[in-house]
């Protein structure tokens, strides 16, 4: 049964994208006014089913943070609604032409951006998802499919009914979006497997859901959102305007991808400098493990033990690990052995150095001189985030409206045959 | 043993790929110039491997054609060796930058394309595919795992060994290029789970090795190279310009994933057309395989009645489907459900009808008035063809050297703090 209901969403998707490839920009952005209208007069419905999902979480007893996550308000709904203004406001990217060339044989050929098709995503907790990724889909001409998480599934289901009342009064296919609110898990799997309909996975949670894409998919998944950032203070470093850059990657937002997990210390300067560091981190909060040089220099501060699985761990708390190194080759050995190539930092004076590692650390995203904080599609100035790739294919590091697109060649002739 | 054997061609890999990624365009070009020699050097020792492939080739009872595929003589192993050239004299893709900007906070941001990292790569028959993909891989600085098939195993052994010992000789790690010769199949499936290691699979072959690659993979996947293409001749077509382009199309190198596959003929001209074209084909040796319509109007031709399997088919030979079609929308609805999105051409002098078809078939390459066959990495003028992508992320149709890179986002500031 699961797997007809599956081969009837992935159907119906594919059917809405060929309505969706071909609208002009202003179309999608009367589109996406539709829809943000239509969230605006559901708002009521939506807080309500919002309230069930929150008293249920309640309930199983999960933690404040947690309820917070999920919890959507009158300020944090207009909010997500206002976004949408901000998407429409993007300049849309499909439909333009590039690598244009006449070939020898008359030929003339070029490469047009088009949308991906049909996309699914898989996310956990926060419902503004549902809207973002539906709004962003659409904005790039692709249909899309959504997996929310169980303790969302009232809030998400409201929003999606908005969503497709919205894009039914514009006159496309309400499937353009759909939802799959049944928690059963092996609809999950089934979706991974949708290869005939689906053209993209883009899983938004941890690293089981990674793992679990990566090796059931049978079609192509950009996984993200793991990072196991690093951060090399070299010795040649402005140390008096260090500190804040450290506290900063570490303490601003420590729940997040881009925090910093692993710092790594010339040894030229640690016996200096990281009494002071470990001074101010403490009075943030922060809790040290650190390498047995870096416990010898901290006697004051209760500083674990780090272990290999130590550097392996992406914090998402005010955790940090600390490493005294030789040098820049031991820092560049540790990260490429545990990075998750998603962002990495070096604070130096020395051009050399500098040079070196910004050319040798292949993640995602590597600083000099600033916090890793920044990896971020809004700081990067790409208008929107779909998620935080950590691979290699097809997009890297924060994804704007791009990477929702491909393209196709045209080849225009006069009844051509190849000699 | 055979993981402890994969663990350590995938670490030793990974490590050759961190000599490649900085090398210059200059360094490469010596490079794959120092591996042309050694090949030339060696070609005894290669001709001699290749003798026992088709001997043994000839033993197992392979048909003439298979034993042409793999046979090398001094002829096409000095091609393969002169081809060489031709991808030293390419532009180097590694080490532009692009996309770059000043960020509001003073941070410079830019990407720089930089190798993919590790490559694998399995294929079938052809040996001069080890030296191809060696040279195209290096090129982008890329390291590659190479698995071919087992009926040319001398001869990829050969060719590996005087590749990496050019790649020793210019004073780099052999193992930047590494073969796996073992015939075991489970090396296959261990090495598309080798996600800790390598980059990108790029499987080249059958329709059997591309399902294998997708289901089994961990690693991204480039799926490609199945081709069922057609042709919409439309009722506003120059027919006595059309003939010659759909024999192209079927006839000029029928074994090939760009040949016609099923031809979609307008009603209005299909009784007056269909027997002319059906004489034509026939004295090419073309049988053909048509809906009722067809059969109909040719029943001089033994038209075999077709099903919708015969629409799923790729022919890869001298078979072509015929289907009469009511009009356009009945044409691209067709070329939607049965077409593996490789290459779909349109015949028409209507600019309507032409710019619909352009616009609404979504493949990787889409023709007005031409062949298909024009979808191949040199037709395109990309200078190398890596493969053909009917996939839609990272690359799509032929593949040149740009489908071997990606980017990195490099973010310079001045100890910047994210506020």
Known sequence: MSETYLQQLGQRAKEASFALA???????????QAIADSLQSASNDIL???????????????????????????????????????????????????????????IRLCRRTVPLGVIGVIYEARPNVTVDIAVLALKTGNAVILRGGKETVNSNLALAQAIRAGIAKFGLPADAV???????????????????????IVPRGGSKLQRLCAEQATIPVILGGIGICHLY?????????????????????????????TLLVHEAIAEHYLPQLAATLSAE??????????????????????????????????????????????????IRQYSSGHSEAILTNDIT????????????????????????????????????????LHAR??????????????????YTSRS
Not at 22 to 32: I, P, V, Y
Not at 81 to 92: E, M, R, S, T
Not at 288 to 309: H, I, K, M, N, W
């Open 22 to 32: 071909n609208l002009t920009a202003a179309d999608k952005r009367e589109l996406l």
């Open 48 to 106: 309500a089913a919002n309230a069930k999902d929150v008293t249920a979480a309640k309930a199983a007893g999960l933690d404040a943070a947690m309820i917070d996550r999920l919890l959507l308000d009158n300020k944090r709904l207009a909010a997500v609604i206002a976004d949408i203004g901000n998407v429409i406001a993007l300049a849309d990217p499909i439909g333009r032409e590039f690598d244009s060339r006449l070939l020898d044989n008359g």
């Open 178 to 200: 759909q939802l799959i609110d049944d928690p059963d898990r092996a609809l999950v799997t089934g979706l991974l497997k949708l290869d005939q309909y689906v053209d993209m």
């Open 233 to 261: 203070l070299d010795k040649a470093a402005d140390l008096s305007r260090s500190t804040s850059v450290i506290v900063n990657a570490k303490v601003q937002r420590p729940t997040v991808c881009n925090a910093l997990d």
């Open 285 to 334: 909060g922060v809790s040290l493990v650190g390498c047995e040089t870096t416990r010898q220099l901290l006697p004051a501060y209760d500083v674990r033990s780090a272990s290999d699985a130590t550097y392996r761990t992406e914090w998402l708390s005010l955790t940090l690990g600390i490493k005294v190194v030789a040098d820049l080759d031991e820092a560049i050995a540790h």
């Open 353 to 392: 150095t500098a040079t070196r590692f910004m050319n040798e650390v292949n993640s995602a995203a590597v600083y000099l001189n600033a916090s890793t904080r920044f990896t971020d599609g809004g700081q990067f100035g790409l208008g929107a985030e779909v998620a935080v790739s950590t691979q290699k």
């Open 397 to 414: 590091g924060p994804m704007g409206l791009e990477a929702l697109t491909t393209y196709k060649w045209l080849a225009v002739g006069d």
